[in-house]
């Protein structure tokens, strides 16, 4: 309340969670009550003809609750409008820097990076000019990875913003603001696949960064996501993928797929790996997998098959695959391929684990060996902000082939990343995981 009327701050809220912004000198005022039958007038300026000088205590009282009841209203309706507004609204905004309290820690477009945060990619090592993906265009990556603690606060806020509205709480949108404010800061976004498959089918980076499939959460205004196909980025410099695909059809597949979002999208850097991840023995480098025969050669039963099970259900665990290899014996080959853990996988290749943005996980049920095995290596500081893993595979084995004398594999995934400060958010087939700290 202004004197003895009600004045709601202009358009633009003074105080507001996670910002700073300087309070204008005067804020203009937005409502007023006419005392004569104490109607709701909107108006643009004080207009003090209509204010009535001698007003009863009665309704003087009256007039003080109807201001705090309308104050109060109004102020849920700007708490929703901004929680409603895309992370890119904010950054857009020069007045504004992105404030995560209480490390004092801006993460905003006007921060500056600490040297102690920083790490430079060993691009002549991890990009080699040998790769036809890396030749296609003129490109280089920014040397600079995108740092963990800007990686880190940047959820944090994002997650506060976002995710009490289910339907922008979702992987390709935290994966959208990330790689846009690396652009901002001409940074490199870094982010590892396990069963990249060709890098294109159902694939949540092709759907994020590429095509959009029809969700564009970077020019999202006022809650509403944007319609369309097409791609927020038409240049993916910023963006380095590590994608780690062992049946070797997904993985010629997947290097064209990548070949071609180089030619079109400006891709500087990819880093397909043809590996399986194993955490069986730390001193094994090769391993025994077993993948469906898809060869031009192959048997006539062989043939014929859906994709899903001649392409998706490669596995290191021969003895005891899954119900649709054993259906089809005749049609699987015992090949023998690179594995290692994820880290030396990774470090194998000249690409560092500290700074991993989003791990995308699709490895068919095995998903709890996986991150069981990742949590042992990389140190609590070091783990990646976001993982997005899928549970549907966990979840059907777990009522067809329970673990003996173990929780399921999925409350045993849920745990084993709860314990490290993950949130989940279901998304259907799969699981939005985001550390928060």
């Given at each position: 309340?202004?004197?003895?009327?009600?004045?709601?701050?202009?358009?633009?809220?003074?105080?507001?969670?996670?910002?700073?912004?300087?309070?204008?000198?005067?804020?203009?005022?937005?409502?007023?009550?006419?005392?004569?039958?104490?109607?709701?007038?909107?108006?643009?300026?004080?207009?003090?003809?209509?204010?009535?000088?001698?007003?009863?205590?009665?309704?003087?009282?009256?007039?003080?609750?109807?201001?705090?009841?309308?104050?109060?209203?109004?102020?849920?309706?700007?708490?929703?409008?901004?929680?409603?507004?895309?992370?890119?609204?904010?950054?857009?905004?020069?007045?504004?820097?992105?404030?995560?309290?209480?490390?004092?820690?801006?993460?905003?477009?006007?921060?500056?990076?600490?040297?102690?945060?920083?790490?430079?990619?060993?691009?002549?090592?991890?990009?080699?000019?040998?790769?036809?993906?890396?030749?296609?265009?003129?490109?280089?990556?920014?040397?600079?990875?995108?740092?963990?603690?800007?990686?880190?606060?940047?959820?944090?806020?994002?997650?506060?913003?976002?995710?009490?509205?289910?339907?922008?709480?979702?992987?390709?949108?935290?994966?959208?603001?990330?790689?846009?404010?690396?652009?901002?800061?001409?940074?490199?976004?870094?982010?590892?696949?396990?069963?990249?498959?060709?890098?294109?089918?159902?694939?949540?980076?092709?759907?994020?960064?590429?095509?959009?499939?029809?969700?564009?959460?970077?020019?999202?205004?006022?809650?509403?996501?944007?319609?369309?196909?097409?791609?927020?980025?038409?240049?993916?410099?910023?963006?380095?993928?590590?994608?780690?695909?062992?049946?070797?059809?997904?993985?010629?597949?997947?290097?064209?797929?990548?070949?071609?979002?180089?030619?079109?999208?400006?891709?500087?850097?990819?880093?397909?790996?043809?590996?399986?991840?194993?955490?069986?023995?730390?001193?094994?480098?090769?391993?025994?997998?077993?993948?469906?025969?898809?060869?031009?050669?192959?048997?006539?039963?062989?043939?014929?098959?859906?994709?899903?099970?001649?392409?998706?259900?490669?596995?290191?665990?021969?003895?005891?695959?899954?119900?649709?290899?054993?259906?089809?014996?005749?049609?699987?080959?015992?090949?023998?391929?690179?594995?290692?853990?994820?880290?030396?996988?990774?470090?194998?290749?000249?690409?560092?684990?500290?700074?991993?943005?989003?791990?995308?996980?699709?490895?068919?049920?095995?998903?709890y060996i996986l991150l069981d095995g990742m949590f042992k290596e990389i140190p609590d500081e070091s783990l990646p902000p976001v993982i997005h893993f899928e549970h549907k595979v966990m979840k059907y084995q777990d009522?067809?082939?329970?673990?003996?004398?173990?929780?399921?594999?999925?409350?045993?995934?849920?745990?084993?990343?709860?314990?490290?400060?993950?949130?989940?958010?279901?998304?259907?087939?799969?699981?939005?995981?985001?550390?928060?700290?």
């Open positions: 309340g202004v004197g003895r009327d009600c004045y709601l701050g202009g358009g633009k809220p003074v105080a507001a969670i996670g910002f700073r912004r300087k309070a204008p000198t005067t804020p203009p005022p937005m409502f007023s009550f006419s005392s004569k039958g104490r109607t709701f007038l909107p108006f643009s300026t004080p207009n003090t003809s209509t204010m009535s000088r001698s007003r009863s205590t009665t309704s003087t009282s009256c007039h003080m609750i109807r201001c705090a009841i309308i104050t109060f209203a109004a102020g849920i309706i700007m708490l929703h409008t901004k929680t409603s507004h895309s992370l890119d609204n904010y950054l857009k905004n020069d007045r504004h820097d992105l404030f995560i309290a209480p490390e004092n820690m801006l993460v905003g477009a006007g921060a500056a990076d600490t040297k102690e945060s920083m790490i430079e990619l060993d691009i002549d090592n991890a990009c080699p000019r040998s790769s036809a993906i890396n030749t296609k265009n003129n490109n280089s990556p920014p040397p600079n990875l995108m740092p963990l603690d800007r990686l880190q606060s940047i959820v944090n806020y994002w997650h506060e913003i976002n995710c009490p509205q289910k339907e922008t709480c979702q992987f390709a949108s935290i994966g959208q603001h990330l790689l846009h404010i690396a652009m901002k800061r001409n940074q490199t976004l870094l982010t590892v696949q396990v069963g990249a498959m060709d890098g294109r089918s159902n694939d949540p980076m092709y759907g994020m960064f590429v095509e959009t499939r029809g969700k564009n959460y970077v020019q999202a205004r006022n809650g509403d996501i944007a319609p369309g196909r097409n791609s927020p980025f038409p240049d993916l410099r910023n963006w380095l993928p590590v994608m780690i695909e062992p049946v070797p059809k997904n993985y010629e597949d997947m290097k064209e797929t990548y070949l071609g979002i180089a030619n079109d999208k400006g891709l500087a850097c990819a880093v397909p790996i043809h590996a399986a991840v194993s955490y069986e023995d730390s001193n094994k480098t090769s391993c025994s997998f077993c993948r469906f025969n898809t060869a031009d050669d192959a048997p006539a039963t062989c043939k014929g098959k859906p994709d899903w099970v001649k392409l998706q259900l490669g596995t290191l665990d021969c003895e005891h695959s899954n119900p649709p290899y054993k259906k089809n014996s005749q049609c699987i080959l015992n090949d023998t391929l690179p594995c290692n853990s994820l880290v030396k996988l990774l470090a194998d290749n000249f690409v560092p684990t500290e700074h991993i943005a989003m791990l995308q996980i699709d490895i068919e049920g095995y998903e009522m067809t082939h329970p673990l003996v004398n173990r929780t399921s594999r999925v409350d045993h995934t849920k745990e084993l990343l709860s314990s490290r400060g993950y949130h989940f958010y279901d998304e259907g087939e799969d699981y939005l995981a985001l550390r928060l700290v």
